[in-house]
């Protein structure tokens, strides 16, 4: 029998592969998690574009707001988060005008030059301080515009994803901050919308509305959704809606500033600041400032992850020599080659067989080629090492004092050879966990705005309490 006394949060975790509800709350101090639906998530190449199956997703999350109430949970608040830059459009009569497109469509190929015949780069940066990718909303709503779309000129809102999930459930349309700020159509430091950037594209100036802070409540469940799923009257809660942002607001540290790596298909290393960095530097080394818990910018630079090591055993298993991370890890650690390859290179963004791609690159340049599954493995993560220690080079070169301890979140903070090379690499601690760190961060903020949590600090410390990090000491 669940404890029906207790306050409950739920937290819907959308990412580019599956999504989950998850419900959280706190005991004796401590965060108690609780998986209570998981789902794929899909992209749907149709016609000409690829989209996300957004009807399928929000039907899936009714499913497991309905399992919640019937676990018969005390649900105080319900947040969202989902990957950035994507979004769907609402008519004036509250209708979407069609699934959202998929970052991973080609519709933005060539977009940044079109648009800085438009904008000053440098200015640009200075005002936004967004890392230019083809991929960022700006780009999209570009190209939108460049092709004469139907559905811009109907339009009346855009909503990023967790804004369009939390609309459907409320009928409030509003943006969430950190989500916004992955636009890079956000003033980094008044955290508004860029007018000027907004007007000098020509885009509709009215698609962009309120902009609501993390803690803030959205909105209330609408009448039939709270019959539907038997929940009430819920709260539907602003968190950090980008799923990086709840995450670190969930590292277990509270020495300042804060150094994050955000590790899975993606790594997402920086620091957390009170304010955005914009110098020329920063957009050199190619760092992005986006919103965090707190009104806080994670300043950070987007690095290629596991994507490799996952390509891998994904082709690994399909041809009957499947590997257990279990296995090949510690095998890896024992291998013995020396072979750095540059993972943000072209050659490993999507080849045909990243195995393939990998040798024959080792092969060309000149490199060390590794003999079996193991140095393929150790090659990986001593590069992937080996990057982060070039990002925390430039990251120290843009704060006054030099990072003293990195903390891992994610998934990826279970690859304890990773974890090790990191730590050597960088030559400072590497604190690992949680690996729940997306779900954390939305639950915990939820119960801030409800003032079971006094502040972020509180917050952190809610989570030292509740999970143990594993440190990893530098060997050399």
Known sequence: MKDTIRNTYLAADFGGGSGRVIAGSLLHGKLVLEEIHRFPNRQVKLGNHVYWDFPALFEEMKTGLKLAAQKGYNVQGIG???????????????????????????????????????????????????????????FQLYSMKMRQETQLELASRLLFMPDLFSYFLTGVANNEYCIASTSELLDARQRAWSVPTIRALGLPEHLFG???????????????????????????????????????????????????????TWSLLGVETDEPILTEEARQAQFTNEGGVGGRIRFLQNITGLWILQRLMSEWKARGEEQ??????????????????????????????????????????????????????RCVLQSLAFKYRQAVEQLNRCLPSPIRQLNIIGGGSQNKLLNQLTAD?????????????????????????????????????????SVTSQVYYPKK
Request: proline residues 5%; contains cysteine; negative net charge.
């Open 80 to 138: 969202i988060d989902t990957w950035g830059v994507d979004f769907g459009l609402i008519d004036k009569y509250g209708n979407l005008l069609g699934n959202p497109v998929c970052y991973r469509d080609a519709r933005t190929e060539g977009m940044p030059a079109e648009v800085f015949k438009i904008l000053n780069e440098q200015a640009h940066y200075a005002d936004t301080g967004i890392q230019v990718m083809a991929i960022n909303t700006l």
């Open 210 to 264: 309120e902009i609501v802070f993390p803690g803030t409540i959205r909105g209330t469940l609408k009448e039939e959704i709270a019959r539907e799923t038997g929940l009430g009257a819920v709260d539907v809660i602003a968190v950090g809606s980008h799923d990086t942002a709840s995450a670190v607001a969930a590292v277990p540290a509270t020495e300042y500033p804060i150094a994050f790596l955000s590790s899975g």
């Open 324 to 377: 257990s991370y279990d296995t090949i890890i510690p095998q890896a650690e024992q291998a013995g080659i020396d072979t750095i390859i540059p993972v943000d290179d072209d050659a490993f963004m999507n080849p045909e067989n990243m195995e393939t791609a990998l040798l024959d690159y080792c092969r060309k340049h000149g490199f060390q080629v590794p003999q079996d599954k193991a140095e393929i493995v």
């Open 425 to 465: 690499e960088l030559g400072i601690p590497v604190y690992a966990g949680p690996v729940e760190a997306t779900a954390i961060g939305n639950i915990l903020t939820q119960a801030m705005a409800k003032g079971e949590i006094a502040d972020l600090r509180a917050l952190r410390e809610i989570v030292t309490h």
